[in-house]
Structures are given as C-alpha cells and as structure tokens.
C-alpha cells in the first residue's frame, strides 16, 4: 500500500485549505463557502475532516454519533459522514489509510467503533457498502428505502447496543404529502444552488408545489424522515431519491410523476 501525506482540518487552518468537493464549481460557491462555515461549526463538536494533501477529492469526514447529523442511535460510536477517492488517485491504499486513522481515533476516544449509512443498491452521496463490508464492517440496520446502517466493532465482546436507525426515519414517508418536499443540509457545497436554482425551477415550471426544508442543527437533522441529510427528495409524502441530479431537467422528468 502507497503513502501519502494527510491533512486533517480546524477552526484554523480552514480558511486557506480546500475542501475537496466544489472547488472549481463557479456555481457553487456559495455552497462550498457554507459548507466551510458548517465544518467550522463542528470542529468544536469533535468533527473531523481529513484529507490528502493534494487538490484532489481524496477525504473522509466523522464524528461523534451523539452530534451527527443524521436520524441513527448509535451512542459511543462514531458515524462516518463523506468518504470519497476519486479518478486518479483510486488504487492507491488512500481510501484504506484514512479508514484506518478513524479506527484509531475511535480507539483513542473509547468508542465502540464506526458506522456507516450506505444504500443498496449504492446510493449517491454514501459510501460504497461492498467495499466496507470487505474492510469488516456488519449489516446492523436496514430501511424498505434501501438505506442500510453499517459497523465496524471495536469491542471484540460486543457488549454494548448495536446502532440503528432511529423511529423518524424508518416508514419512508416525510409528514408533508403535497407535491414535493427537498430537506438538505449545508454538509455538501452543491446542495445550495441545485435546491434554490434548478429544484426550484423546474418544480415552478411545471406547476409543481416544492417545499424546500434546509437542516440547520444537527436536532433537526436527527429528526428527519431520510437519513439522507445532505439531500433527500420526498413525493406525495414518499421518499423518491438522494440523488441531486434529480433537480436538472432531465433527470427531473424521468424521476418525478
């Protein structure tokens, strides 16, 4: 396996570091700039976001169950949120080391591992739940929406609670069963434009009612109808997709009735 020089971000160091995703997306900017402002407000919380020193999408992001920003009940565990190694740099060992320095951070902290929340089939935005499953992570949850809620003990004797999803998000229905509802989040830097641009566009054009939900606390993200927090798009109260290219036109006509 290949090395290579990790940086891990803070309140001090974010504002002359990139973020990996967005940072060439004109059209994003605002997003990546509230994303960098949402990290910051999580760095104190015991968030983490470590990355290759290189402008590359080569990262992996965690944290403490108990302030993540997703419907799971996982007390003691820390819950992986973006784990991505893209084009090139695939094939490398890079996803495996930054797997292995969150084992060791949860080692360090007393945790009783790591939890991962991935679709199967794969899901857009989730990590890739064969892969993990190879690394040793077990199947402890799943929802009819295809969501599954994947761990890797630290604990050989097992003793404490095995993490789940939590009630909210199980049935797949959101509480609103008019037209569309969009929750989402400032924890990816696309969410912004696609919700208020292209969501927004083509729902108006075609006369489509849209209530957009934005995340702001990581409460409120812990009492949504997905686990899908970044993005998730409900139909007549259903859940329909995590993919946000569902907002562009022509993924919008395929998806939506």
């Known amino acids: 396996m290949e090395g290579g020089n990790f940086i891990t971000l803070n309140t001090e160091n974010i504002g002359r570091e990139h973020i ?30 470590r990355r290759l020193d290189e402008r590359a999408k080569v990262f992996l992001e965690y944290g403490p169950a108990e302030s993540a920003w997703v419907p799971v009940e996982a007390p003691g565990w820390l819950v992986m949120g973006c784990f991505w190694v893209s084009g090139q740099y695939k094939g490398h060992g890079y996803a495996k080391q930054l797997l292995a320095s969150a084992v060791e951070d949860a080692r360090k902290q007393g945790r009783h591992g790591l939890v991962a929340i991935v679709g199967v089939p794969k899901k857009h935005f989730l990590s890739d739940p064969k892969w993990l499953l190879r690394q040793g992570f077990k199947e402890v949850d799943a929802l009819p929406t295809g969501f599954r809620l994947l761990a890797l003990r630290l604990d050989p004797a097992g003793t404490s609670p095995s993490p789940r999803f939590a009630d909210v998000a199980r049935s797949g229905e959101c509480p609103d069963h008019e037209g569309l509802v969009a929750y989402y989040s400032s924890r990816c830097p696309f969410t912004e434009y696609y919700m208020r641009g292209e969501l927004a566009l083509n729902a108006d054009l075609r006369g489509i009612p849209l209530k957009i939900i934005k995340l702001e606390t990581a409460e409120q993200a812990q009492k949504c109808p997905s686990p899908a927090t970044i993005f998730s798009l409900f139909q007549g109260g259903q859940f329909v997709t995590n993919d946000l290219s569902v907002c562009l036109e022509k993924q919008f006509n395929k998806i939506i009735k």
Request: aromatic content about 20%.
């Open 20 to 49: 990996c995703c967005a940072f060439s997306d004109k059209k994003c900017t605002e997003g990546y700039e509230l994303k960098k402002k949402w990290l910051t407000g999580e760095f104190p919380r015991g968030y983490v976001f």
